[in-house]
């Protein structure tokens, strides 16, 4: 054990969301391309959080590893993020179900109902992002064992909605499954809030991002200990006929690198030069480039800074386990003062 008994009022508010993940805690982490590797994912397990593995572009091989890697270094149970547009998605199912996956996390849209159903068939709880109540309700017909609510606040690809809002207009509608809210988290009694109104858990990424067990650059870690929520802001999408799905990150001059980028391929577009689907193909492939510069390399101005509003709540490098541990402190003291448990 890692001392989780202490907070027993915690556990009791978060007893579904616990025994749906089988961990600790009904902390998940959020997956993060390049972060959410084996290292920081079996740090937050083995810490009695949940990890979870951001598949990201990886091949089924490089998947393969991944999750070899993760077993290797915990016992305790982990998912694996899986991108829905991803070229080679039934691969990957079959890289989890080869490897024993207990949970897949579904993102980027909404999952195919037979991929719902090999992996249900074969003993792996799946998970998928809901962005309205009917989007979950759906997706509860379609056999999803628990949903994951996210609000614009969060890092990478975001929303147009609050999560407080999708909160309350999905919360007091849906108990069918586990309902897990994500978006702006940093502090335990928000954790606490989001149970009492019904929440099996949280998921939360940019606390994790400075975690010592993550591999993030120390420059990319310095710009979020450095950073406030201000400077997390949405990217910016410069003609209506391309759509950009917004992705926050904390301005530098990568997110005005964007925004020239977005005008010069249009312009190769209007010339001829390029076909919408190769267009809007190099819009959305600017982020991974610049992902991978600022998280491995450390070039945290021609880098992307992906991060969440609750970047303003990181102060400090610390392990994960003394992060999981405060934001549980943190809840236990707030449901103490509700009078719950």
């Not at 829905?84 to 849209?109: S, T, Y």
């Not at 917004?246 to 301005?251: E, I, S, T």
């Not at 101005?301 to 609750?310: D, H, P, T, V």
């Not at 999981?324 to 448990?341: F, N, P």
Request: aromatic fraction near 6%; charge should be neutral.
């Amino acid at each position: 054990m890692t001392g989780f008994d202490a907070y027993p009022r915690l556990a009791a508010a978060s007893a579904r969301g616990r025994a749906f993940l089988g961990s600790e805690t009904a902390m998940m982490a959020g997956a993060m391309t390049w972060v959410s590797e084996h290292r920081l994912v079996a740090a937050i397990s083995n810490a009695g959080g949940f990890g979870v593995l951001a598949c990201g572009a990886m091949t089924a091989d490089q998947l393969a590893q991944e999750i070899a890697a993760t077993q290797s270094a915990t016992d305790r149970p982990f998912g694996v993020n899986l991108i829905v547009l991803h070229p080679d998605l039934p691969a990957l199912v079959e890289v989890c179900l080869e490897q024993r996956v207990g949970h897949v996390v579904f993102a980027g849209g909404p999952p195919p109902v037979e991929l719902i159903r090999r992996l249900k068939n074969h003993g792996c709880r799946v998970l998928a992002f809901a962005t309205t109540l009917a989007v979950a309700r759906r997706l509860v017909r379609q056999g999803v064992d628990a949903l994951i609510i996210e609000g614009s606040e969060a890092g990478g690809h975001i929303g147009p909605v609050a999560t407080s809002v999708l909160a309350q207009e999905i919360l007091p509608h849906l108990r069918e499954v586990p309902v897990f809210v994500a978006g702006g988290i940093g502090h335990g009694e928000m954790i606490a809030a989001y149970l009492l109104m019904g929440a099996a858990g949280v998921q939360m990424g940019t606390v994790f991002v400075c975690a010592e067990e993550s591999i993030a650059h120390p420059n990319f870690k310095r710009a979020f200990i450095r950073a406030s929520a201000r400077d997390a802001v949405p990217s910016v999408q410069l003609d209506p006929e391309f759509r950009v799905i917004p992705v926050r990150a904390l301005v530098n001059a990568a997110v005005r690198d964007f925004i020239r980028t977005q005008r010069e391929v249009i312009d190769r577009y209007r010339a001829g030069e390029l076909s919408y689907e190769e267009a809007s193909l190099a819009i959305e492939h600017f982020w991974a480039g610049a992902l991978r510069r600022a998280v491995i390399e450390g070039d945290v101005e021609r880098g992307s800074l992906m991060a969440g509003q609750s970047v303003g709540m990181v102060k400090a490098v610390r392990p994960a386990e003394a992060i999981l541990h405060e934001l549980a402190e943190q809840a236990e003291r707030t449901l103490a003062r509700q009078g719950a448990g």
